[in-house]
């Protein structure tokens, strides 16, 4: 079944523009101009991911985000905001509300089309038992194994936890401590530069089979693992 995408956008030469790259991509693709628009469509059929304007004729995209997100029904659908607004503050109002991610305009379609698989993979629940394969790093929750492109790769068990972290919240950005809450726990006191010396424990063990870059330093933020340069 194909993954349903609502776009709501209010310029029409940017929902033609992706037409052709979603579609390419196997999404099935409804459009809105407008907030009120977009409310009958999303009563008609649910999508799988909302991507939405910041700026709408009608009702603000921000304005709408919130209400979608403390929405019972909706707050569970996952939403990338397109703006024209880079500005770090506009960034952390659209995340504050709720958003998944945050694409600045002008944005290429394969960049958005990357970031909609990243966050609808990352929003998928997904089994404890299940493998996760990203660019040949297969990590085996059953068997605790973990392979680069079929060869094995040994690390500790704090370095395992990081990376099925991080393997199963991919391109989010996490502060150091955030990752403790996460991987070691609220009960456990560790202090937060122990996270640098396993991040680099973790790079060494994955460096010989070439998945070191996926783990990446976002400099004063933290730590994220993604595809993406």
């Known amino acids: 079944m194909a993954t349903r ?43 799988d991911l909302i991507l939405l304007d910041w700026m709408l004729p009608d009702i603000s995209g921000i304005d709408w985000a919130r209400t979608l997100k403390t929405s019972p029904v909706t707050k569970d659908i996952p939403l990338i905001m397109l703006t024209a607004r880079g500005e770090e503050e506009d960034r952390v109002r659209g995340l504050d509300v709720g958003a998944d991610d945050y694409v600045t305009k002008p944005f290429s379609p394969r960049e958005l089309v990357a970031r909609m698989k990243a966050v609808l993979r990352r929003t998928s629940p997904t089994t404890s038992e299940e493998p996760i394969e990203i ?88 730590y994220r693992f993604s595809q993406l340069p």
Request: hydrophobic share 40%.
């Open 5 to 47: 995408i609502l776009l709501v956008e209010d310029d029409a030469a940017i929902r033609e523009m992706l037409q052709v790259p979603f579609q390419k991509a196997g999404y099935e693709v409804r459009e809105a101009g407008d907030v009120r628009s977009a409310k009958s469509l999303l009563l008609e059929d649910p999508p």
């Open 135 to 222: 660019e040949g790093l297969r990590l085996d929750p059953v068997s605790h194994r973990i392979t680069g492109n079929g060869a094995a790769i040994s690390m500790g068990p704090t370095e395992y936890n990081l990376l099925h972290f991080f393997m199963t919240h991919q391109d989010r950005v996490f502060s150091r401590e955030q990752l403790l809450d996460k991987v070691w726990g609220t009960n456990v006191y560790v202090e937060e530069r122990t996270v640098d010396v396993h991040i680099r424990r973790l790079r060494k063990a994955l460096a010989d089979t070439g998945h070191d870059h996926l783990v990446q330093t976002v400099r004063g933020s933290g």
